[in-house]
């Protein structure tokens, strides 16, 4: 069993920067092992995919945060991060850490971003 536990959200400024961690507990690499991803949820709308990083460490993400997010992984902490720069409002909503094990999904709680002025 793996729990998911993310961090980092907050209320920042148009053109502000925040950066999100999920930290996976249990034993074992998750991350390294299983690769993992980013989503999030604006009100209203259906959990979209923001980012993803491979077992390999290859990273792919979502047309509208291409040149502005970067996903990482630390493999010693067992934790991957979101580091988010020019934030527009269309970024806000909840963000939600992913992996998935043998076809089975594993989410955290979610972290609330809101990006206002």
């Known amino acids: 069993q793996v729990q998911l536990v993310e961090s980092g959200g907050g209320l920042v400024q148009p053109g502000g920067s925040l950066r999100l961690s999920c930290a996976a507990s249990?034993?074992?690499?998750?991350?390294?092992?299983?690769?993992g991803g980013w989503y999030r949820q604006a009100p209203g709308k259906q959990r979209e995919l923001v980012a993803t990083?491979?077992?390999?460490?290859?990273?792919n993400y979502v047309d509208s945060v291409k040149g502005r997010f970067t996903i990482s992984r630390d493999n010693a902490k067992n934790t991957i991060y979101l580091q988010m720069n020019s934030l527009n409002p269309d970024d806000t909503g909840v963000y939600y850490c992913?992996?998935?094990?043998?076809?089975?999904?594993?989410w955290g709680q979610g972290t609330q971003v809101t990006v206002s002025s």
């Open positions: 992913n992996t998935r094990i043998y076809g089975s999904d594993y």
């Open positions: 249990g034993s074992g690499s998750f991350f390294t092992l299983y690769g």
């Open positions: 990083i491979t077992t390999g460490g290859s990273v």
